[in-house]
């Protein structure tokens, strides 16, 4: 089978299947199996693949109509330019995740060797980015799950500047006792736990304590906010929590996504 024949019939696969994604998802697995880029795809279009190649890729596309996240099957998604490793037990970045990133950067951006502490950091997305965007920043990734955990030291293998510490949000003794930070960045569960079978069927792949945030999916935003910080705090939410949220903290100002949709908190306060 041609390069070029895998693709048409991969995305016919999941076309067949009903995923949403199919063009670029087939696209993104055949890819992941040759190790090459969509540019090498396109270009050797007319090349052979190995029997090997064609059964792991078939068995890729199985997995996905089966719903199975495709950043689970690749076991990498791109977050700000940069690829993480990614699998089950940790939550897959969301590109609106990028806004918490860009906004935390700009909030140090007058700040020379600023700390952040990043706090249910999961894949290290965030805090990582930080990190390798502001070489003289000192980041504290802040996590509780060892699924989760392991996902994070393979990120943040090789960044100097990030530190990793193991430990629960929601312990307001072990928040207080973090080291004193000039930006506290966050992207909690903040989903109602009642909401939580309703979610895609992709969703229901991903860990379960990534996503709930409680009854009312506040909980983490009143634990952080009562620990007390006085350094700036930035937070992601849900579509209908800015208020709520920018209430928990006091104040601040609210910023929405690509879809108009509230979905980051800002809560001023004084770099360290
Ligand atoms: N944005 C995620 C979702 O809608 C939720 C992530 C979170 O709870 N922090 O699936």
Redesign the pocket.
Known sequence: MTVEQALKQGRALLKESNIDNYSAEALWLLENRLGINSAGILAKGGAQITPEQEADYDNDLRLRISGVPVQYITGKWDFYGRSFFVGEGV?IP?P?TEILAEESLRLIKEKASPVVIDLCAGTGCIGLTVALERPDARVYLVEKYDPALSFLRKNAEGVPNAEIIKGDVLDTAFLKALPLADLIIS?????KTGEIPA?QRE?SFEPET??D?GEDGLEFYRAIAGAGFECPVIV?C?EDQGESVKAIFGGGYILRDYFGLDRIVIREGDLK
């Open positions: 939550l969301r609106e992207n909690p569960p903040y989903i979610l969703v990534a996503l945030g992601e849900g």
